[in-house]
């Protein structure tokens, strides 16, 4: 669940968090602004977090240094318990929901025959406590990147494919992510499910002119907009009809922004529960990208 799923009217959610752009004048109430544009969701105590691993054994979990003394938490969810697949997801998360409250959208990725490693951005789970922004965010994806490469390099053996993948705000996430490592042939496959095109087109789609108007007086951006075009295909886009939280049009203008080869799919459903569904072509959706990326 995103941010604006949290309250009962999405306009409404954005009027007062485009209220709070207007007063970033101040450090505080710009703290307080970030606060309600990403919804951290940070586990204060540490045996609360041991109590949630221990619920699932399969999963591990390691810390990434990054900043002045702090560290992002990455938890590692194996296809195979004990086993490590060749093909391995890097899970760029959304607001407000921690790496381990997103596992329920792992299932059909470790069903795909892929392992999956979601880092927390610090801010969100174990992490450095933080309010978060947009520079922090984008640091703590390339910092756990790295970390995650320079893991499976130390393992031997055939080289590790990934899979970069997205969802929601972390869609604008892996796609920064994505244009940074172009070229490099450092992923063989992109995912981004229910993407947005921005923060501020998100606004717009919530409140109108004046969303697009206060947003542009904030330092938050997520604009994918500015990265898709530069990124290495292929790209798949999953997006809900149904989503009211990042309208399926906006996801669409996003693929239509993406470089060929690239896959659209649509789902009725909506903005976090995609890998609910029962067709068969969420799952069907990750075993193309799976069998894409175990090709020579």
């Known amino acids: 669940m995103d941010m604006v799923e949290r309250f009962p009217g999405r306009a409404g959610v954005w009027c007062l968090m485009l209220t709070a752009l207007l007063l970033q004048g101040c ?3 710009d703290a307080w602004s970030r606060g309600k544009v990403y919804r951290p969701t940070p586990v ?5 977090w041991q109590a949630m691993l221990a619920q699932r054994p399969e999963v591990s979990s390691f810390e ?3 900043g002045e003394g702090e560290q992002v938490t990455v938890l590692k969810v194996p296809a195979v318990a004990g086993a490590s697949s060749r093909i391995r997801v890097f899970y760029l998360h959304g607001t407000f929901r921690h790496a381990f409250q997103n596992l329920p959208k792992a299932v059909p990725m470790q069903a795909a025959g892929l392992d999956v490693y979601l880092p927390d951005y610090r801010g969100w789970g174990v992490s450095s406590p933080r309010v978060p922004d947009e520079v922090s ?9 790295q970390a995650v490469q320079q893991r499976a390099n130390a393992e031997g053996g055939p080289p590790v494919r990934w899979v970069i993948y997205g969802h929601s705000m972390g869609s604008a996430v892996a796609a920064r992510l994505a244009r940074r490592v172009a070229g490099q042939q450092a992923y063989c496959a992109l995912v981004l499910e229910s993407a947005l095109t921005s923060f501020t087109d998100v606004a717009t789609e919530a409140v109108g002119w004046l969303g697009h108007g206060l947003v542009a007086l ?3 951006r997520m604009a994918l907009s500015e990265d898709i075009g530069k990124v290495d295909p292929p790209v798949w886009f999953i997006h ?3 989503d009211k939280t990042v309208p399926w049009s906006l996801g669409r203008r996003a ?4 470089p060929e080869p690239k896959h659209w799919v649509a789902l009725p459903l909506g903005h976090s529960n995609l890998q609910q569904d029962d067709t068969g072509t969420y799952a069907s959706a990750w075993r193309e990208v799976a069998a894409h990326c175990a090709q020579p």
């Open 27 to 29: 450090s505080s109430l």
């Open 137 to 145: 965010i984008h640091e703590d994806a390339w910092a756990a990147w």
């Open 218 to 220: 904030g330092s938050q």
């Open 64 to 66: 990434v240094p990054v």
């Open 240 to 242: 809900g009809t149904l």
């Open 44 to 48: 204060a105590e540490s045996t609360a």
């Open 255 to 258: 693929y239509e922004l993406a």
